[in-house]
C-alpha cells in the first residue's frame, strides 16, 4: 500500500483531535468560533474521504461507486474549505461575510464553487473531473484544472482580505491566518507535479492547529468560572457593531443579590449562584433558538447578544429568562433566591455607543425599583432619575459653582427633657433643571468623583456659619449633627480641616456632632481611626449612624469614641414585631450599659414615638416632628416649639 495514505491518516487524527480539543475548551460560541468549528469540520470531513479516497486507489478496489463517492466527497469538502476559510477569516476581523452593500461580490464569491459542485454532481455522467480506466485506475478528467482555479481565486480573495486588515491584527495572527495559503500551495505545486504525493491534507491539519493556538485562544475570550464569552470579547464585539452600523438586540442581566449571597454563602455559593445563572441563560437560549452570543462581563452582570435577524425572539427569551431565573436555588444547604434584573435594548435605536452602553447597563437596575418584570432600555430612558444618573457628574459640578446645593435641618427630640435638643444637617441639591435629587443619589456619586470633599466642607462651613449666628444662639439647641462619608473619613487631611472650619467661626467643639455610618466604621482604615481619635481630644463627640444595617460590628463600637448610637429607620420600621423588639430591647439595654445615648431614626406616628419613649430611647428624629427643612424654617419651628 501507499505509504502516503498513512500521512493523511495521521492529518486526519490531527484533525479530530483539534476538533475535540476545540469542543471540550468550549470554544463554540461566539461567531468566530462557529466559523472556526466549521473550518474544522470541513476540513475533517475533506480528510476523511480522503483517507478512503487514497485507500480504494492504492488497492485499486474494484468497488467504483464507493470510490467515486470518496472522490466526490474530497473534492467537494476541499474545494469548499477555501471559501470556509474565507468566511473564517472576515469573522476574525470583525466582518460579516455577507453584506448587502457587496451582494454584487457575494455572488461573484460563490461563481467558483457553483462550477464546482455542478462539475462534481454530472461528473459521473461526463467524466470531466475524473474518471477510473479499464485498469481501474484513478484519472484526472478535462476539466480538473477548474478545481485549482477555482481554489486559487479563493485564495487570491483571502490574501487580498488579510492584507486589507494588516493593520488591524497582531503580527502573530496574520501570520497565522495566513500561513495556510504558502503551505497550501507549496502543497499543491507538490502534488500537480506528482499526484500521489499527497501533502495537502497534512499542510491543512498544520494551518488550523497553528490557528488554533495563535487565535483561538480560550482565555482571550471565555471567561473561566461561567463559561461564557468574556468582557475584552464582549466590549471588542460591542464596539465592532457599532462602528459597522450594525443593528443588534441585547437582553442585559443584572443579578442585584451577587454580594449578599457571597455574604450569606461564602465564596462557592457566589460561584455557584453565576455558574447556575448561566446554565439556564445557556439552556434558554438554546432551547428557544435565540442564537444569541452569551456573554459574563462582572459581578453578576450576564448579557445576550442578538444579530438583527434573531433580535424577533429576544422579548420571549427575556420573558423566559425572568421566570426561570426567579426559582430558589440551593447553596451551601441554604435556599437562595436570585435577584435577577432584565432589561432589554434596541441598538444603536436605543442606545448609540459602546460607553453609553455600559454605563447603562451596569447600573440599569438601581434606576427603578425592582417590579420583577423585564423593562425596555427606552422605559428606563424616560425615567427621570436615569437621566440624572447619567449626568449626576456635571449636576453636582454646577451645583458647587451656582450654589444650588443647600443644608437643611431636621429637629432631633429629646425625650427625657422633652425639648429639641439638636438637629441634623442634611444636604440638599435643587437643580435648575432636574429639581430636587436625592442625596442618596449625589452622596455616592460625589465620593467617587472626589467632589465630596468640597462638598463637604461647604456642609461644615454652613453649619458653622448657622452655629454662630444670633438666630441659633437664642433657640437652644446643644448641638448639629454632620454627617461624614467614608472617603471624608479616609482623607489624611480630615482633623485639621475640620478643627479650621470650626475655628474661622469661633465655633467651640461640643457644638458639632460628627456621623458615620457603620458601613464606613467597619472598613477600619487606620487613617480614618486617627481622624477620629484625633477629633475626638479636640472635644468633638461621634454619633454611629444607620447601626443595624451593616455587620453591627461590635468591637469597632467598643473601640471607637462613639457617643450616640443612631438606629436605622429600617429597625425601627418593623418594632412590632415581637422579636424585634426583643432585639430592639436588648439593644438598647446593651448600648446604654455602655454609656452610649441612643437616636431613633424615622419616626413617623406618635405610637412609635411612645413604643420607642418606653423602650428608653434617649432621642426621636423622624418626620413625626418634621422633615429636614430650611434654616430659616428650622429656627421658625424650634423657637416656636421651646417657647410653648
Ligand atoms: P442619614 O444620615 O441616615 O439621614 C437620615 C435620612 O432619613 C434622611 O434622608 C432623612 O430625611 C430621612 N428621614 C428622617 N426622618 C424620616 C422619617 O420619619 N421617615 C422617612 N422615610 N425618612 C426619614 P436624606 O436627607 O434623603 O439623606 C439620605 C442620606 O444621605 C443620609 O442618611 C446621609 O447618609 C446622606 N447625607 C445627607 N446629607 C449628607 C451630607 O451633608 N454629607 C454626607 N456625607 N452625607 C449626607
Ligand atoms: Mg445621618
Ligand atoms: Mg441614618
Request: with cysteine; proline share 2%.
Amino acid at each position: 500500500m501507499d505509504k502516503l495514505v498513512y500521512l493523511d491518516i495521521a492529518s486526519l487524527i490531527l484533525i479530530v483531535f483539534l476538533l475535540v480539543s476545540t469542543i471540550s475548551r468550549k470554544m463554540t460560541m461566539g461567531r468566530s468560533n462557529k466559523a472556526f468549528l466549521l473550518l474544522i469540520a470541513t476540513v475533517m470531513l475533506a480528510a476523511a474521504f480522503n483517507v478512503v479516497a487514497v485507500y480504494t486507489n492504492a488497492t485499486q478496489n474494484p468497488n467504483l461507486d464507493i470510490r467515486q463517492f470518496a472522490h466526490t466527497g474530497y473534492l467537494l469538502f476541499h474545494n469548499l474549505t477555501p471559501l470556509v476559510y474565507l468566511m473564517y477569516s472576515t469573522t476574525v476581523t470583525g466582518e460579516t461575510f455577507f453584506r448587502k452593500e457587496l451582494i454584487g461580490l457575494d455572488i461573484g464569491l460563490m461563481l467558483p464553487i457553483t462550477c464546482v459542485v455542478g462539475l462534481l454532481a454530472s461528473n459521473y455522467v461526463t467524466h470531466n473531473l475524473f474518471y477510473f480506466d479499464e485498469n481501474l485506475k484513478y484519472v484526472r478528467g478535462k476539466y480538473f484544472f477548474v478545481l485549482y482555479v477555482s481554489a486559487a481565486l479563493y485564495a487570491v480573495a483571502g490574501l487580498i482580505y488579510i492584507f486589507r486588515f494588516v493593520k488591524k491584527m497582531e503580527p502573530i495572527k496574520l501570520i497565522a491566518l495566513a500561513s495556510i495559503l504558502p503551505l497550501t500551495f507549496a502543497a499543491m505545486a507538490v502534488q500537480a507535479l506528482d499526484s500521489s504525493a499527497r501533502f495537502e491534507m497534512f499542510s491543512n491539519a498544520l494551518s488550523l492547529i497553528f490557528i488554533s493556538m495563535t487565535i483561538q485562544k480560550p482565555e482571550n475570550t471565555i471567561d473561566i468560572l461561567t463559561r461564557l464569552l468574556n468582557y475584552p470579547h464582549y466590549a471588542e464585539t460591542i464596539k465592532k457593531n457599532f462602528t459597522a452600523g450594525r443593528e443588534f438586540t441585547e437582553i442585559l442581566i443584572n443579578i442585584a443579590n451577587t454580594s449578599q449571597v457571597q455574604e450569606l454563602a461564602g465564596h462557592d455559593g457566589y460561584m455557584t449562584l453565576l455558574k447556575h445563572t448561566s446554565k439556564v441563560i445557556e439552556n434558554v437560549n438554546k432551547r428557544m433558538h435565540g442564537k444569541a452570543d452569551l456573554f459574563y462581563l462582572d459581578r453578576g452582570r450576564f448579557r445576550m447578544l442578538f444579530n438583527a435577524k434573531n433580535g424577533e425572539k429576544a422579548e420571549a427569551i427575556a420573558g423566559s429568562l425572568n421566570r426561570e431565573l426567579k426559582q430558589h436555588i440551593t447553596v451551601n444547604s441554604r435556599d437562595i433566591t436570585i435577584t435577577a434584573h432584565i432589561c432589554l435594548a434596541h441598538c444603536p435605536e436605543e442606545i448609540g455607543d459602546f460607553n453609553s452602553l455600559m454605563t447603562f447597563g451596569w447600573d440599569f437596575h438601581k434606576t427603578n425599583a425592582y417590579t420583577g418584570e423585564v423593562v425596555k432600555a427606552s422605559e428606563i430612558f424616560e425615567q427621570k432619575k436615569f437621566t440624572i444618573l447619567n449626568n449626576l457628574h456635571s449636576i453636582i459640578e454646577k451645583g458647587l459653582k451656582n450654589k444650588n446645593f443647600k443644608v437643611y435641618y431636621q429637629p432631633i427630640y429629646s425625650v427625657s427633657q422633652r425639648r429639641f435638643v439638636s438637629a441634623e444637617a442634611l444636604l440638599r441639591l435643587i437643580d435648575d433643571e432636574y429639581g430636587f435629587i436625592s442625596p442618596d443619589l449625589f452622596i455616592p456619586a460625589a465620593e467617587r468623583s472626589g467632589a465630596i470633599h468640597r462638598i463637604g466642607d461647604f456642609v461644615l462651613e454652613e453649619v458653622c456659619r448657622f452655629i454662630a449666628s444670633d438666630d441659633f444662639k437664642k433657640l437652644g439647641v446643644d448641638y448639629i449633627e454632620v454627617n461624614l462619608s467614608v472617603a471624608q473619613c479616609m482623607h489624611v487631611g480630615l482633623a485639621h480641616k475640620v478643627m479650621d472650619i470650626l475655628n474661622k467661626y469661633k465655633v467651640s467643639p461640643e457644638k458639632i456632632n460628627l456621623e458615620i455610618t457603620e458601613t464606613a466604621i467597619s472598613f477600619s482604615q487606620k487613617i480614618m481611626i486617627d481622624n477620629i481619635l484625633e477629633l475626638n481630644e479636640a472635644g468633638i463627640s461621634f454619633s454611629l449612624d444607620d447601626y443595624g444595617t451593616g455587620y453591627s460590628n461590635l468591637k469597632r463600637v467598643v473601640q471607637l469614641p462613639m457617643k450616640i448610637v443612631k438606629l436605622d429607620k429600617s429597625f425601627v420600621d418593623e418594632h412590632s414585631n415581637p422579636k424585634m423588639r426583643i432585639v430592639l430591647k436588648n439593644t438598647i439595654r446593651m448600648l446604654k450599659d455602655m454609656d452610649m445615648e441612643i437616636v431613633v431614626e424615622g419616626i413617623e406616628t406618635s405610637e412609635m414615638v411612645d413604643a420607642f419613649s418606653e423602650l428608653k430611647c434617649d432621642f426621636i428624629q423622624g418626620y413625626f416632628f418634621s422633615k429636614p427643612i430650611p434654616e430659616q424654617d428650622f429656627v421658625k419651628f424650634i423657637s416656636e416649639r421651646q417657647s410653648a
